[in-house]
């Protein structure tokens, strides 16, 4: 797990790399910083999951004691419970930067986002529930809640940098100004 961690920056890296031959010389330009924002999201998600759920969700899962029975877990059950919860707040803290670059590429808007919030609330929640490892509602708060957070994060993200689209670039002049011809 935590080679997974500390090797995000190089997955991330060749995953864009992977992308990369498709794309426009202009459009490449933006590799470190989706490396490094895609590396710092994974992470600061992977951190929030284990300083802020993982805690109470292990306590429901040994929760179940009482003077007849005592939960022992494995520690593959603890490891299990660790990694679907680092794995999980790791991949949902990206929505930012999906729905910066699915704005980018004229999938998405300010608008159509704040038209269809109602819908992405629901979508967040079945996802939450979803994703958690445990049945009960608290741990699944615990997720949905940042969801609706990031949702707004990308909302927001979206009016300030998914604005100018990839298709406003391709039309852009050759000398680097930003202006197009009249």
Same mark, same amino acid.
């Given at each position: ?10 997955? *991330? ?7 990369? %031959? ?25 951190? *929030? ?23 022992? %877990? ?18 949902? *803290?990206?929505? %930012? ?27 967040? *929640? ?19 809640? %940042? ?17 100018? +689209?990839?298709?406003?670039?391709? +039309? ?11």
């Amino acid at each position: 797990m935590v080679g997974i961690l500390l090797a995000s920056p190089v997955i *991330f890296s060749q995953l864009w790399r992977f992308i990369a %031959p498709g794309l426009y010389k202009h459009e490449k330009k933006v590799l470190i910083p989706f490396s490094l924002l895609s590396t710092c999201c994974f992470v600061g998600g992977a951190a *929030f999951g284990y300083l802020v759920v993982f805690p109470p969700a292990f306590r429901f899962l040994v929760g179940y004691n009482n003077e007849f029975l005592t939960s022992l %877990p494995a520690v593959s059950e603890y490891f299990t419970l660790a990694t679907r919860l680092l794995l999980a707040f790791g991949a949902i *803290f990206e929505m %930012p930067i999906l729905m910066v670059f699915l704005a980018k590429i004229g999938m998405v808007n300010v608008a159509f986002l704040n038209r269809n919030r109602k819908y992405a609330i629901l979508i967040n *929640f079945i996802i939450a529930a979803v994703l958690t490892p445990t049945p009960d509602v608290v741990n699944q708060m615990m997720m949905g809640i %940042p969801l609706l957070v990031l949702y707004e994060i990308s909302v927001l993200a979206v009016w300030l940098f998914g604005r100018r +689209s990839f298709r406003d670039f391709e +039309s852009a002049p050759e000398d680097g100004s930003d202006h197009a011809p009249s």
